[in-house]
């Protein structure tokens, strides 16, 4: 399981055909990719690992406060893509990628364990598997990609 994280001052997500729309103030904005054999315990690390980074100024403008801290909220995007394998040719091979009936249970896993961290109210999320226009104000720029398993060598 990968995340990339974005530290925002505002993000939203707006699906049209579904009249659609989420919107987060101060927080992260995650871009999450589900792996085939992934599980609970990437769920768990990931979700954790994100609600728990501490990539928000303190008073002194060090990054040493969460998302918890500052009372940020959080928007999650399913993104199978991040998977995307570009080594070979120009077009993305997504062989990586868990297909639906994998991925949506631990997706929903995801968000489940991030509202158990900072509470229902605090995080929205897009909906699994639709065209999705994401409008975010990134606040930095501060960018980490958290994963949930180290890479074999090949």
Excluded: H, W
Aim: with cysteine; aromatic share 8%; hydrophobic share 40%.
């Amino acid at each position: 399981m990968k995340a990339i994280v974005q530290r925002v001052k505002s993000a939203s997500v707006n699906i049209t055909n579904e009249n659609y729309t989420k919107k987060i103030g101060k927080g992260l904005l995650i871009l999450l990719g589900i792996k085939t054999g992934d599980n609970e315990e990437d769920v768990f690390f990931v979700a954790d690992k994100c609600c728990n980074l501490r990539i928000f100024e303190d008073e002194e403008d060090k990054m040493n406060k969460s998302v918890k801290d500052v009372s940020g909220e959080i928007l999650i995007i399913s993104q199978f893509t991040i998977y995307g394998e570009t080594s070979k040719g120009n077009r993305p091979s997504f062989i990586e990628a868990a297909r639906p009936e994998e991925a949506v249970p631990l997706y929903n896993k995801f968000i489940s364990r991030v509202k158990e961290n900072l509470g229902e109210e605090k995080v929205k999320a897009g909906i699994f598997g639709a065209m999705m226009n994401i409008e975010l104000i990134n606040y930095g720029p501060v960018t980490v990609i958290v994963e949930s398993k180290k890479i074999s060598n090949k």
